[in-house]
T-cell receptor, first 116, second 112 residues
Framework: EPEVTQTPSHQVTQMGQEVILRCVPI?????FYWYRQILGQKVEFLVS????????KSEIFDDQFSVERPDGSNFTLKIRSTKLEDSAMYFC??????????????FGEGSRLTVL | KNQVEQSPQSLIILEGKNCTLQ??????????LRWYKQDTGRGPVSLTI?????NTKSNGRYTATLDADTKQSSLHITASQLSDSASYIC???????????FGKGNQVVVIP
């Protein structure tokens, strides 16, 4: 069964360092998302991506963050100059249709980021 | 601000018993409501998706209800199994955008 895959599963970094989280969405999906979940908190929307550009982003997704689809398969989230409060589980997700049209969202297993 | 509130925060049930989880939301204008199951340390997995016109939707032993007038939903788990131990998250989508509003989840623990 097709699935969303994410790497790395866990990354530990020093405050101020840059981090790139990678995702391979399901191949025929057109919408891609990043969400994050701070330990013990609810899942929060970061950004949605469609047709090779950001379609929506939340208040969390400031200039520190960027997304890219460098080729036909990968979807990356870059965090520049990480802060302690960036420590969280980051989930990539993809869907055929947008979620506003009841598109079913498939999540990856997550990348746990720990900033020291 | 669009919000999703769930109750109870956590509950413990005996294997084989039923339970019902509640979700209240203020998301507007409403598009659809989803229930996800999230095992500890894993990504959420979709259980049901319901639109305004749907009152009930089932997925195996999981049955979701929706009252769009009162902005309430419930998830009923029938004949619980140990593998049902997880967080159940209510998620609501507003019309016009592709972001989802997540609740904090109902933490369910099924014991033998």
């Amino acid at each position: 069964e097709p699935e969303v895959t994410q790497t790395p599963s866990h990354q530990v970094t020093q405050m101020g360092q840059e981090v790139i989280l990678r995702c391979v969405p399901i191949s025929n999906h057109l919408y891609f998302y990043w969400y994050r979940q701070i330990l013990g908190q609810k899942v929060e929307f970061l950004v949605s991506f469609y047709n090779n550009e950001i379609s929506e982003k939340s208040e969390i997704f400031d200039d520190q963050f960027s997304v890219e689809r460098p080729d036909g398969s990968n979807f990356t989230l870059k965090i520049r100059s990480t802060k302690l409060e960036d420590s969280a589980m980051y989930f990539c997700a993809s869907s055929v249709q947008g979620v506003k049209n009841t598109g079913e969202l498939f999540f990856g297993e997550g990348s746990r980021l720990t900033v020291l | 601000k669009n919000q999703v509130e769930q109750s109870p925060q956590s509950l413990i049930i005996l294997e084989g018993k039923n339970c019902t989880l509640q979700c209240n939301y203020t998301v507007s204008p409403f598009s659809n409501l989803r229930w996800y199951k999230q095992d500890t340390g894993r990504g959420p997995v979709s259980l049901t998706i319901m639109t305004f016109s749907e009152n009930t939707k089932s997925n195996g032993r999981y049955t979701a209800t929706l009252d769009a007038d009162t902005k309430q939903s419930s998830l009923h788990i029938t004949a619980s199994q140990l593998s049902d131990s997880a967080s159940y998250i209510c998620v609501v989508s507003a019309k016009g955008n592709n972001r989802l509003a997540f609740g904090k989840g109902n933490q369910v623990v099924v014991i033998p």
